[in-house]
């Protein structure tokens, strides 16, 4: 029995709320990883960009998953959009459980993401909304061979949270 559920895939696609729901039905505790890196480092994602550069927050990220991994019991975990690109992180999670790649078209993103979401997210600050469109094009596009070996791949553009939590509680 799968007892770590990651879910992966693009900032905006769901995987917080998705998470949840899905821990919910489940009976397992839910981790978001970018909440975990907070708390290891003692600063915001933002800053850790800031203060330290994205290589050293892909370390964090990388170390914040290898600790979820060594927990026992029933994990949902809503990994951040490029944890699945760097340090064999998609290898990790398909030993230590099951990884969910929650597919959405970029369009789609960006009628999802709210200002705050854009606000806390350095990687898609101080964008116009075509260049937010071109950015989440061009990086889905680079993105998609890591998220793609997830064992299950799910289209959510047309689902709420509570329907694709729903079809995932099925298949755990
Ligand atoms: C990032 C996505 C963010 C967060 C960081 C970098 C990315 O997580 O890890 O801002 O590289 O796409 P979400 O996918 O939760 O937005």
């Known amino acids: ?20 729901v899905l821990a919910g039905l489940l009976g397992y505790v839910f981790l978001d990883l970018d909440t975990l890196v907070e708390e ?29 991994s060594a927990r026992s019991g029933g994990v949902v975990l809503a990994t951040g959009g490029g944890a699945p690109c760097f340090h064999g992180n998609m290898q990790v999670m398909g030993q230590q459980g099951a990884a ?28 116009t909304p075509a260049e937010l469109l071109h950015y989440l094009t061009q990086t889905l596009r680079q993105r998609e061979v890591f998220y793609s070996q997830a064992s299950v791949v799910l289209d959510v553009d047309r689902l709420s949270a509570a329907e694709a939590a729903e079809a995932l509680g099925q298949q755990f």
């Open 40 to 68: 290891q480092e003692g600063l915001t994602v933002a800053q850790v960009f800031e203060q330290k550069g994205q290589e050293y927050f892909r370390e964090a990220e990388a170390r914040a998953l290898q600790t979820v």
């Open 100 to 127: 969910v790649y929650l597919r959405v078209s970029p369009q789609e993103l960006v009628n999802r993401l709210t200002a705050l979401d854009l606000q806390v997210r350095p990687l898609l600050r101080d964008k």
């Open 1 to 20: 029995m799968t007892t770590k559920v990651f879910l992966v895939g693009m900032p905006g696609c769901g995987k917080s709320t998705v998470g949840k």
